[in-house]
């Protein structure tokens, strides 16, 4: 029977059974009464049963045409969501990011623009908080950690981000009164309360004994920058994380080769080992490892 369906009949079946009326059913499908008529009349005879009980301008579906009617509405209901299915644009891959504040205002969402124009075919989605993701959420592709405070969750992948220096850092006019370590000590310093790097670790690093206390105190490093930016003292932070403002001149390094600074890996990309073969985690880690300056990244087989 496949290979001889009526799809014509079924199809002006369907109108008029659905309608109960030869007359709208025309009306829906562009073709005459008389014609929906002679449709169904072979339906009829091909099926040796009557779908319609007829009367006088009115029409009825029998028991074998509701049978009939009810199959051929679900066949067509599918028919037409696949074909809308097939029609329809395929879904861009969504890539989600957690970052760790931060390191997402101060160098991950000013360069996020040149990996969207790179990987058009990718919807980004950016997110930042403390706290460590939850993966099994689905709130998130990747998460970029801080390490110190927050160490990667046992199962998942670890991507280091490298070495960051911790460096004094200020605006142009505080530095011009700082020629060594020891001129740190009349300066207002800016603290960063959750920093892996304090002051006290930076001045027993240069062999000085405890730094002046009462500064003003930051929960982020991105105030804390912004702050020591418009000059409201010096802060104690990740040239990495200043680095437009260390570019544009509004910071400045005033003990840049005369001073001890302290080195850590500070940030991690972490993800499940289930996202290691999905195309846009692959683009963005090797993105992210290029802005850094890393090497390739060693991204596991799933």
Request: charge should be neutral; hydrophobic fraction near 50%; include cysteine.
């Amino acid at each position: 029977m496949r290979q001889r369906l009526p799809l014509t009949a079924l199809r002006a079946f369907e109108a008029a059974a659905r309608r109960e009326s030869f007359r709208a059913a025309a009306e829906e499908l562009s073709l005459t009464p008389s014609a929906v008529s002679h449709q169904v009349r072979g339906l009829e005879a091909l099926l040796g049963t009557a779908l319609f009980q007829r009367g006088h301008r009115q029409v009825r579906v029998t028991e074998a045409g509701r049978a009939l009617m009810a199959a051929t509405q679900s066949a067509f209901d599918r028919i037409a969501e696949t074909l809308e299915a097939l029609a329809a644009p395929p879904a861009r891959p969504r890539l989600r990011i957690h970052a760790a504040p931060s390191f997402a205002a101060q160098w991950l969402a000013p360069r996020l623009p040149a990996f969207i124009a790179d990987h058009p075919a990718i919807a980004v989605q950016l997110a930042a908080s403390a706290e460590a993701v939850d993966f099994a959420s689905g709130a998130a592709d990747v998460d970029i950690l801080y390490v110190p405070k927050t160490p990667p969750a046992p199962g998942l992948e670890v991507i280091p981000l490298g070495a960051e220096t911790i460096a004094p850092l200020c605006a142009p006019a505080i530095a011009a009164r700082i020629a060594r370590p020891a001129d740190l000590a009349a300066e207002r310093l800016i603290e960063s309360e959750h920093n892996a790097v304090r002051w006290p670790d930076w001045f027993a690093a240069n062999g000085l004994g405890p730094p002046p206390s009462g500064g003003p105190a930051y929960d982020r490093s991105f105030l804390a920058i912004a702050a020591a930016a418009d000059a409201l003292g010096v802060a104690l932070e990740s040239t990495r994380l200043a680095a437009r403002e260390l570019a544009s001149g509004r910071l400045v390094q005033p003990l840049a080769g005369r001073a001890a600074d302290i080195a850590i890996a500070a940030h991690a990309l972490v993800f499940p080992p289930a996202s290691a073969a999905r195309p846009e985690v692959i683009a963005f880690a090797t993105w992210l490892a290029d802005g850094l300056g890393l090497g390739p990244p060693a991204v596991p087989a799933p």
